[in-house]
């Protein structure tokens, strides 16, 4: 079932996290150290959100993320890891070869799911 | 052993040391080294957490000025400085966040943070007091951290801790500095009995275990 999901933005210091229903595109840009799990809940709820709205395809958009830690990098596994579970959605993940962690660190979610489509532009 | 807590005038150390993987004594006898000192306890977390960030992104800023060591060699392209930069903001960051995170709240000992640029590598020391009961759960993340496959332990942990209600001691900043950033990581815990200098007359508190963790980053 597809439900029709607003445009949502959180925006703090440091971050923006936004969802555009017109592209379902879930995008974070800026610098995310949060501490914890409990402080990425937001994000990670919004995008689960998006998942559950039943989107065919749906874009995580990373371009302008600049610093992501390494318990972000365990909220977006969290989110590939409940993706593979829903094998009628695409994952796409847009990434910037520019910046240095993206290379590094993004082919492991791969690894998790390997239907995800990794783009670094 | 840290010899910057062994200076320390209000510290006395004691045996028994124990060391994991290829750790050895920082000792000051570069050009270019950068120590900063912090207590946890002095402001709220919050606002702690804010300066790691700011912190982390100084000292990779610092150290790729001095860089090459050596004037003769060929300077590096931007590409190269901007991924060194990258890799040492996100493992400043990890250690950093680490060191708080599981800083004991009533250790009255600083967390230390010892940067140190070498011919071919950069290298972390970070010392925080460890609660007991934390020792040896950590120890035996260390000794599993030493001897697994990376990779698999990185996607083994990603599985894992994506079931865990709490993230505590998953180690991923550790796997994601030896997995995705070719660190090599070693530790030394030693004990410490810090000596209160407000009472009268001067008396050893309870022993405080400190762990130093060091990450050594080649630039070969």
Request: proline share 6%; aromatic share 8%.
């Amino acid at each position: 079932m597809t439900t029709i999901l607003n445009a949502i933005e959180i925006k703090a210091e440091n971050y923006i996290a936004s969802y555009d229903p017109e592209t379902s595109k879930v995008s974070l840009s800026g610098a995310l150290r949060l501490a914890g799990m409990e402080e990425y809940a937001p994000i990670s709820q919004l995008m689960i959100d998006v998942l559950n709205s039943g989107a065919v395809q749906l874009t995580i958009d990373l371009q302008r993320l600049d610093f992501l830690n390494s318990s972000g990098i365990n909220m977006l596994s969290k989110f590939v890891i409940t993706a593979r579970q829903r094998p009628d959605t695409k994952v796409l993940v847009l990434g910037s070869v520019s910046i240095p962690w993206q290379g590094k660190s993004l082919k492991n979610l791969q690894r998790l799911m390997p239907t995800l489509q990794l783009q670094l532009a | 052993v840290n010899t910057a807590l062994l200076d320390s005038p209000n510290l006395t150390i004691d045996a028994p040391v124990r060391i994991f993987g290829d750790f050895w004594e920082l000792k000051p006898t570069s050009q270019e080294y950068l120590i900063l000192g912090f207590s946890p306890s002095s402001i709220p977390i919050q606002k702690r957490w804010r300066n790691n960030g700011l912190s982390a992104d100084f000292l990779a800023d610092y150290v790729t000025t001095f860089l090459p060591c050596n004037p003769e060699d060929e300077a590096l392209s931007t590409e190269k400085v901007i991924d060194l930069k990258g890799t040492l903001s996100y493992i400043a960051n990890e250690l950093l966040e680490n060191a708080i995170k599981y800083h004991s709240p009533t250790s009255p000992l600083p967390i230390d943070v010892k940067l140190q640029l070498t011919a071919d590598a950069v290298i972390f020391q970070v010392t925080n007091s460890v609660d007991v009961d934390r020792v040896v759960p950590f120890q035996a993340l260390i000794q599993t951290l030493l001897t697994c496959d990376p990779g698999e332990f990185y996607i083994q942990q990603l599985e894992r801790t994506s079931t865990d209600v709490n993230d505590l001691g998953s180690g991923l900043g550790l796997v994601t500095m030896i997995h995705d950033y070719n660190a090599k990581l070693s530790w030394c815990f030693q004990q410490a009995f810090p000596l209160l200098e407000m009472t009268m007359p001067i008396t050893p508190t309870v022993p405080t275990t400190m762990v130093t963790t060091m990450v050594q980053l080649s630039l070969i």
